[in-house]
Nanobody
Framework: VQLVESGGGLVQPGGSLRLSCAASGLNFSNNVMGWFRQAPGKEREFVGFINWSTGNTYHTNSVKGRFTVSRDNAKNTVYLQMNNLKPEDTAVYYC????????????WGRGTQVTVSS
């Protein structure tokens, strides 16, 4: 299993970025794909997930209305669209995968840095 994130970078407050997570080696019909982030000196934080099969999504309260998780089945890619970014969104963002029946994410990418600063 391989998860590779891309799309991070430096953006001004109020700006947007779209992160991508290219996945391979998964049984996609039985997986949930999640996004997490970790800011310097802080614990890793859950951001949101998408059920690969159904397309159902969930986003944590701090990003609701600003961030959206989506997927492209044909490209085996999951996205995190981030709008109206704030300095407190600065973090390394990770995608992860788990089977639908598990509550633990078994597979992780290496992360991509997002920095929100003027």
């Amino acid at each position: 299993v391989q998860l590779v994130e891309s799309g991070g970078g430096l953006v001004q407050p109020g700006g947007s970025l779209r992160l991508s997570c290219a996945a391979s080696g998964l049984n996609f019909s039985n997986n949930v794909m999640g996004w997490f982030r970790q800011a310097p000196g802080k614990e890793r934080e859950f951001v949101g997930f998408i059920n690969w099969s159904t397309g159902n999504t969930y986003h944590t309260n701090s990003v609701k209305g600003r961030f959206t998780v989506s997927r492209d089945n044909a490209k085996n890619t999951v996205y995190l669209q981030m709008n109206n970014l704030k300095p407190e969104d600065t973090a390394v963002y990770y995608c992860a995968a788990r089977t639908y029946s598990s509550d633990q994410y078994q597979y992780w990418g290496r992360g991509t840095q997002v920095t929100v600063s003027s």
